[in-house]
């Protein structure tokens, strides 16, 4: 096994700085990603650390998860010690090339980190990758902190070079997110050259070879499970209670954290917790010997019953199976502290902490839903869609263009790349009912790389009608301003990357009605999206609008327009408030008039297309 040597310093780091750290430390040549909240700061943090600790790691941002898998994956076929990171919902997109490279032997570490969101704050699902790890055969481990989420990462890669697989890194956004103190620890000289050995059997996923690997990779897994039974003793352990235990708590990931925390704060010595890191394959004879201990057990784990379920007898356990703990939803500290009294068979103990609402009661703070930001160009894109076509369909997709529902402009998202493929089903509904729907759907720049090209072969080849508005602001700005493919900017810099044309993709693709409108310019887009459908219409097929504008957060130049609400022709009918959207563009219930909000305003001077009224209107230099 290889190891770490030295110690540096400590220093504190966020969860997702310290995996990166961890997977620098021990000697990842290649890694790739892509963005995705919880998981985004992972990848420029490996660039960061690798730099500094002057190593050779290839960095890569991949135009998908899929992607980001499959070069980590050839990585590792040659030798080396590789990653792919990725959020929960990214490993879907990442699923076929994972469940077929479970099979293989592989020669190089192979890490796969998939952060969970719980709750969810940022994604369409509340899924459990370590359901995924139990799904695919490969052993996952579940941190509880920052901490121990970089230790886990040099057990892994040694954990998957000794079993020939792919090993899980399962952080929650918990774990991603919070901060703490890490000893920074010297990295071990990569011991392996490139080298890859043809074999067929051994690289090749056909039906004769998956018989044959398929008995391997359950003995591998029996194997697994039987090292978590009899070592990994730094993640997985008992904490005794120091009197006769009133009750037992199995606890996972950052739930453990939060229960170790709550029994202090409450002065409990009379719990027994048993904290499980290595929860696929379970290590079930520990679980079984803790619950032979214990009259009744509390479960505790994000968000699946993972563990829960690859127990044999569940008679103790208060767990998901019978409503002791919610089936759904984050297990914030608040939730835990009510599972853990109500199992204790006693009142909630009072708060150590004052509540959020008392917090937001106290500052007098009012919280609002999401919006885009101000100057954001989707916003002028989107208004310009509804005045060109203000009877359609409009699907959408995943970004910072999915607050378009706030707009009334997003009537359905699925998942990265539908936005692409739901106009074709809207077409053939209405189609086969001989009727004819207009029908515009949104994608962001980096998305349409990301999944919706094979979607738009496909309606060209179906010739499906309807039009395509891909909003390009030159970033993928909702996981923190990454760079795509339109772009050309690579990760670390003295790494050059080259630029692919949207509209030549696009053209590639075999679309024949392509335009590039400057967003902000909205008489200009409505033009073009109304001649878009109507060639759409006209010709059975789809057509493609680009909306290009940067993202505010590029801080590009730009003129200036400030602007204000005519108090005397504003008429209180909240158009502006309601299709427009702008942080800046506030309604005084008093007056019953829209006004200007300073604090907001970024004078992009687009609002004052959108009053019916012609109520907007620009600053004069002597006002």
Not at 155 to 177: C, F, I, N, W
Not at 289 to 300: N, P
Request: hydrophobic share 45%; glycine share 8%.
């Amino acid at each position: 096994m290889r190891g770490v040597v030295g110690v540096r310093k400590r220093e504190i780091l966020l969860g997702n700085e310290a995996i990166a750290r961890g997977v620098v430390e021990a000697g990842c040549e290649v890694a790739s990603a892509y963005p995705g909240t919880p998981s985004s700061e992972i990848l420029p943090a490996i660039a960061r650390f690798a730099d500094e600790l002057g190593t050779k790691t290839a960095v890569e941002w991949a135009v998908n998860e899929k992607v980001a898998f499959e070069v980590a994956a050839a990585a590792a076929f040659a030798g080396k010690r590789s990653c792919a990171v990725m959020k929960q919902v990214g490993l879907n997109v990442a699923a076929d090339a994972l469940m077929s490279v479970a099979y293989f032997e592989l020669a190089g570490g192979f890490l796969v980190v998939v952060a969970d969101d719980p709750g969810p704050h940022s994604s369409q699902t509340e899924q459990d990758s370590r359901a995924f790890a139990h799904f695919a055969k490969i052993p996952c481990l579940d941190p509880a902190t920052a901490e121990e989420a970089r230790d886990m990462v040099a057990v892994a890669y040694d954990l998957s070079e000794k079993y020939h697989m792919p090993v899980m890194l399962r952080p929650t956004g918990r774990v991603d997110h919070a901060r703490q103190d890490v000893e920074l620890r010297e990295i071990a000289a990569p011991e392996r050259p490139a080298r890859f050995t043809k074999d067929v059997r051994r690289w090749v996923c056909l039906p004769a070879h998956v018989r044959l690997n398929h008995p391997q990779l359950n003995a591998k897994n029996d194997a697994i499970r039987e090292e978590f039974e009899t070592s990994f003793d730094a993640f997985t352990y008992e904490v005794p209670a120091k009197e006769k235990a009133k009750l037992g708590i199995v606890a996972s990931g950052v739930s453990f954290a939060i229960v170790s925390d709550l029994l202090a704060a409450w002065g409990r010595t009379d719990v027994a917790l048993l904290k499980i890191g290595t929860p696929v394959p379970l290590p079930v004879r520990r679980v079984e010997s803790f619950l032979a201990r214990h009259e009744k057990v509390l479960l505790l784990e994000e968000t699946y019953p993972v563990i829960e379920e690859q127990l044999r007898d569940r008679t103790k356990v208060l767990g998901r199976w019978n409503g002791a703990v919610p089936r759904e939803g984050e297990l914030l500290p608040e939730v835990i502290a009510g599972i853990v009294a109500r199992a204790l068979g006693e009142p909630l103990p009072e708060a150590v902490d004052p509540s959020l609402k008392a917090a937001l009661e106290e500052l007098q703070v009012k919280p609002r839903p999401p919006m885009l930001c101000p100057g954001c160009p989707h916003r002028a894109s989107f208004f310009a869609i509804r005045k060109a076509v203000p009877n359609g369909i409009y699907p959408s997709d995943i970004g910072c263009y999915t607050l378009g529902v706030n707009q009334k402009m997003v009537d359905s998202v699925i998942c990265m790349g539908a936005s692409v493929t739901q106009p074709s089903g809207f077409h053939l509904a209405y189609r086969v009912d001989g009727k004819e729907q207009p029908i515009v759907a949104t994608i962001g720049d980096s998305t349409f790389f990301h999944m919706g090209i094979p979607g738009l072969v496909n309606a060209v080849y179906n010739r499906h009608a309807f039009v395509l508005a891909i909003l390009d602001n030159s970033i993928t700005a909702m996981t923190g301003g990454q760079p795509n493919p339109a772009v050309g900017e690579k990760l670390r810099k003295g790494d050059p990357g080259r630029a692919v044309d949207i509209a030549g993709v696009v053209r590639g693709c075999g679309v024949s009605f392509v335009r590039t409108v400057e967003a902000y310019d909205i008489p200009a887009g409505i033009d073009v999206v109304k001649e878009a459908w109507e060639h759409a219409r006209r010709e059975k097929e789809p057509a493609v609008v680009l909306f290009r504008h940067p993202c505010m957060l590029l801080r590009c130049e730009q003129a200036k327009i400030p602007v204000r609400v005519d108090q005397e022709k504003c008429v209180g009918c909240r158009f502006c408030i309601n299709f427009f959207n702008c942080p800046a563009l506030r309604f005084d219930e008093e007056k019953k008039k829209a006004f200007v909000d300073d604090r907001f305003c970024v004078a992009c001077g687009v609002c004052r297309e959108v009053c019916p009224h012609g109520a907007i209107v620009p600053i004069r230099e002597e006002e």
